[in-house]
């Protein structure tokens, strides 16, 4: 199966990626986590993006905040498909990040998620890379029927609440 990789700004979006990690662990994928920035490491970024198809990657996160210019960065430099989670890390509580990640050029498209959204993240990288892996499709066909339960679960017993 393809990797999925991350990468986040700095470390002090981990608490997002965590949420990312944590769903694609549930669903027993392979990933790898990156420290990279488009500002403070940008060859690296660059050269992980260049790199990404030839090693394995079939989607690519890119998690930052403030001007986050990360995932349309890493998305210059490959046409693997990129999922950008703008984070809250600023006065701004994410609308910064998330206008910088979401208004994309014509012919660089990065998929953003909502602020924080890294469970999302990971779920959508998970259905991109499941159109080659039924596996990975059903486990996450399974997932939405068992959501699904939880929510009627409550549905049936709300009243008693009120
Ligand atoms: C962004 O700036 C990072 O992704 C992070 O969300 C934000 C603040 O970074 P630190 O100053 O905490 O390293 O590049």
């Given amino acids: 199966m393809k990797k999925v990789g991350i990468v986040m700004g700095s470390d002090s979006d981990l608490p997002i ?9 549930s669903l027993d994928m392979p990933f790898e ?13 660059r050269d992980f993006a260049l790199n990404a198809a030839d ?4 989607v690519l996160i890119c998690a930052a905040g403030m001007a986050a210019h990360l995932a349309g960065a890493i998305a210059a430099n490959t046409t693997l498909p990129v999922i950008g989670i703008p984070c809250s890390s600023s006065n701004l509580d994410g609308m910064d990040a998330l206008l910088s990640t979401v208004m994309m050029p014509t012919g660089i ?5 909502a602020i924080n959204g890294g469970a999302n993240a990971a779920l ?10 039924p ?7 399974d ?9 009627l679960e409550k549905d049936a017993s709300v009243m008693e609440k009120l």
């Fill in 143 to 151: 997932k939405r029927a068992a959501d699904a339960a939880k929510v």
């Fill in 124 to 133: 959508l990288a998970a259905q991109i890379i499941a159109l080659g892996e």
């Fill in 33 to 45: 986590v990156h420290i990279y920035s488009a500002h403070r490491t940008p060859v690296e970024a």
């Fill in 17 to 25: 990626i965590k949420k990312a990690t944590d769903m694609l662990k």
């Fill in 55 to 58: 090693n394995g990657f079939g």
């Fill in 135 to 141: 596996e990975l499709a059903k486990k996450l066909a």
């Fill in 109 to 113: 498209p990065v998929a953003t998620v």
